[in-house]
Every structure is written in C-alpha cells, then in structure tokens.
C-alpha cells in the first residue's frame, strides 16, 4: 500500500520562502504524474501544481511564477519551492497522485504571517 508523506511546512513571514516534500514508501513516484493541493480553513481542496512522468509542469494562477514543482528520483520525492508567500498561501499542503489511486497523506501545515 502507497504511502505519502508530507513535510517542510511551517510558519513563514509574508515575503518568505518554503520547500515541501512528498515522500512516498511503496512505490516509485516518477512513474506517476503528482499534484500538490491545499486547503485553506473553510475553503475547498484546490490544485496547486501539477507534474507528469515526463516532468511537464502546470500551475494554478495564484501561484503562477511564486511556485516551482519537482521531482527528486533518486529520493523518491515530489517538491514544492514556495517563493514570495503571503497569508493568502495559508493552508495544508497534500500531495497525491493525480488519478488518485493513492490515500491522503496528513498534509504539512503552512502559516503566512507577521
């Protein structure tokens, strides 16, 4: 069964910057085409970034040219550089497939404030 394991969130000043990591135990994540998500108290899970097997990124537009997704193979890892973050970036991050075969991981909390 395929694990994921979300990590690096925290508390960042408006302006900041963060790297999160999906790590996954199970299988070989650059097979797989993974998104990063989020979701904001009171709000719906969104798409953030995507990545496919063949490392084509796409981004929603309130990140557009802020985030960087990536793949470390050798770690079996799927990363997000956060730049240039503000409170509206407040949320759980979540990784996951973009087929969703797999589980919600427990998300990595991210908290934009001064």
């Known amino acids: 069964q395929v694990q994921l394991v979300e990590s690096g969130g925290g508390l960042v000043q408006p302006g900041g910057s963060l790297r999160l990591s999906c790590a996954a135990s199970?299988?070989?994540?650059?097979?797989?085409?993974m998104g990063w998500y989020r979701q904001a108290p009171g709000s719906e899970r969104e798409l953030v970034a995507t990545?496919?097997?063949?490392?084509?990124?796409n981004y929603a537009g309130s990140v557009m040219g802020r985030f960087t997704i990536s793949r470390n193979n050798a770690k079996n890892t799927v990363n997000l550089q956060m730049n240039s973050l503000n409170p509206e970036d407040t949320a759980i991050y979540y990784c996951?497939?973009?087929?969703?075969?797999?589980?919600w991981g427990q998300g990595t909390q991210v908290t934009v404030s001064s």
């Open positions: 996951r497939d973009t087929n969703w075969e797999f589980a």
């Open positions: 199970g299988t070989m994540l650059s097979i797989y085409a």
């Open positions: 990545i496919t097997s063949g490392d084509i990124t």
